[in-house]
């Protein structure tokens, strides 16, 4: 199994050099713990993680329980609405991430299916003449007796609510984001390689950030030639650009995880 946070590590230590990390990364305490744990928690954890989870991450449905919902009290302003039913979904429920998004709300999918084929399901209840036809064509095409579906909503410390707010329980079945772990495990392997330039990305906009004004002053940089370190730090200048077009790069490939294309091809398949 590849590990997306190694080839990450590889990729940062063959295209930056030591002492430049050293110098970004160890400065400033502690120094009990590593340059790459440093740049995990400073950079990968805080910065790419957080970017490619509102981009990406694994999707998962989550089918509500009753057991997990709630009547909200919030007062107005906390952004949960008041008197609708909240649902704090457990860790073992989401695979023990945090949630990032919640994309949209249906019935399980045996009972979406029957549910939403009017035309079948009134000529199964009615007479099959010319009128009850014509009525469940219509009926087929304008939506007419199918069944609105709540948007999702996801508030802090892993809770779903649902807008407008639900009076009653519902089994909805929700379809949302999960973040990524500490260490990106279940990432397709068709998402690694941008992910690996991402995070060498966002190393280099860091060290430009923390050492382009240190150097102009001339600081001591741990003992590196002045000049050498200016010039490597000052190719940095555009990490930024290309970090935000590798997100873009990022969502692209996301198109190629097999979940992803699945739920494509169902909405496809609905849709017709």
Not at 32 to 43: A, G, L, P, T
Not at 51 to 68: N, Q
Not at 170 to 178: A, E, G, I, T
Request: hydrophobic share 40%.
């Amino acid at each position: 199994m590849i590990s997306a946070l190694d080839r990450a590590f590889s990729e940062i230590h063959a295209n930056i050099p030591p002492e430049i990390l050293e110098t970004a990364f160890m400065s400033d305490g502690p120094h009990n713990v590593s340059v790459d744990e440093k740049i995990r928690q400073e950079v990968i954890l805080k910065r790419v993680r957080d970017d490619i989870s509102v981009r990406g991450g694994k999707l998962k449905y989550i089918t509500l329980r009753a057991e997990w919902g709630h009547f909200s009290s919030a007062p107005l302003g906390s952004g949960v609405s008041p008197g609708g039913m909240t649902f704090l979904i457990p860790p073992e429920a989401r695979e023990f991430r945090d949630i990032s998004a919640a994309l949209e709300t249906s019935f399980p999918y045996q009972l979406s299916a029957s549910q939403n084929s009017v035309l079948t399901n009134f000529c199964a209840r009615n007479s099959t003449n010319l009128t009850s036809l014509a009525q469940a064509a219509l009926q087929s095409q304008t939506g007419g007796v199918q069944i609105t579906y709540p948007s999702p909503v996801v508030y802090e410390g892993n809770v779903l609510g649902f807008n407008p707010p639900q009076s009653a329980f519902s089994p909805w079945q929700v379809l949302v984001r999960l973040r990524y772990d500490d260490n990106f495990s279940g990432m397709d392997v068709s998402l690694i390689r941008p992910f690996v330039i991402l995070c060498r990305e966002a190393v280099r906009n860091y060290i430009y950030i923390n050492l382009i004004m240190k150097i102009e002053s001339n600081a001591v940089m741990r003992g590196a030639d002045i000049g050498a370190m200016k010039d490597i730090v000052s190719s940095y200048s555009d990490a930024n650009e290309k970090y935000e077009e590798g997100l873009l790069q990022l969502g692209g490939a996301e198109f190629f995880d097999p979940v992803r294309q699945r739920n494509l091809l169902i909405k496809m398949v609905q849709a017709i």
